[in-house]
């Protein structure tokens, strides 16, 4: 069963990827990648998933992409 959640986490990735390469000033795609890359169990590049959300995020939008980041970051990401 993880092999078949791992191998969807992967395809998710690949499309979230590829829709935030399509549309780069849209702050969802990047959230969504950083999602998947939390569950491949690599806070580095989520943290730059959501550093790319929040550059292109605005108001209380910009606000919860921010807490998130520096959630992240507090528990031992990488990106400070």
């Known amino acids: ?4 959640m791992q ?3 992967n395809d998710a ?3 979230f990827l590829r829709a935030a390469e399509l549309n780069p000033s849209e702050p969802t795609y ?3 990648v950083a ?3 939390l569950r491949k169990k690599n ?4 943290i730059a998933a959501l550093e790319r959300a929040l550059a292109c ?3 209380a939008r910009a606000e919860r992409v921010r807490r ?5 970051r507090s528990q031992g990401g990488i990106g400070q």
Do not use: F, Y
């Open 1 to 4: 069963a993880a092999v078949a």
């Open 7 to 9: 191998g969807r986490v």
């Open 13 to 15: 990735l690949h499309w």
């Open 30 to 32: 990047h959230m969504a």
């Open 35 to 37: 999602d998947a890359w």
């Open 43 to 46: 806070p580095s590049l989520a």
């Open 57 to 59: 995020s605005k108001g």
């Open 68 to 72: 998130r980041l520096e959630q992240l």
